[in-house]
């Protein structure tokens, strides 16, 4: 269990060190930041990758390109907080793979940065808190009935926010804090 504020260098020498050759792994918020990097090199390892992440991203020119490298990528527009959405993503995965390997929950917003907790709509704390542990919980819940009796990996991602130290937003770390406990 790791709680450092900075995961990315630990996910990476994680996604470095296993073997990911013709491994199935989804990847929810895999259109920007840590999700994109993390498809790109899954993908250039080897792995046959779901991208994952709202229809407004750019999750389909990623998965693009990554496509005409010659690389195993589809992406599959979901919405993590909507349960259908995540059911749906899972479906696609063995409609298309007959399995599931791996499951990184990459999907994650941070809003209402720097606002004093007097100011902070509830609105925008149901929203954060809807993506970052209502979407977190949809994917495992419905990733480990896709994985069947062979198991698999499931990655979550947080942050030190909440745990370790503090977040710009109220809602973040709260968030993030659930996802880490």
Same mark, same amino acid.
């Given at each position: 269990r790791h709680s450092n504020a900075s995961c990315w260098p630990c996910l990476g020498f994680v996604m470095t060190s296993l073997p990911l050759q013709d491994q199935v792994i989804v990847i929810t918020g895999g259109a920007s930041g840590i999700g994109k990097a993390t498809a790109r090199l899954c993908a250039e390892r080897g792995a046959h990758i779901l991208i %994952?992440?709202?229809p407004t991203s750019n999750g389909s020119v990623i998965s693009e390109e990554l496509v005409a490298k010659g690389l195993s990528t589809n992406f599959v527009e979901c919405?993590? %907080? $909507?349960? $259908?959405d995540v059911k749906q993503l899972m479906c696609s995965? &063995?409609?298309?793979y007959g399995r599931l390997d791996v499951l990184i929950?990459?999907?994650?917003?941070?809003?209402?940065?720097?606002?004093?907790i007097e100011n902070f709509d509830s609105v925008t704390f149901d929203q954060v808190l809807d993506v970052n542990i209502r979407g977190t919980f949809l994917c495992v819940k419905h990733a480990i009935p896709a994985m069947? $009796? &062979?198991g698999g990996v499931i990655l979550l991602l947080a942050s030190g926010a909440g745990v370790t130290s503090g977040s710009s937003s109220y809602a973040y770390g709260a968030s993030k804090g659930a996802v880490h406990g």
């Open positions: %994952s992440d709202l919405d993590v %907080s $909507n349960e $259908n995965t &063995i409609k298309s929950a990459c999907a994650g917003i941070l809003q209402g940065a720097s606002i004093e069947g $009796n &062979i």
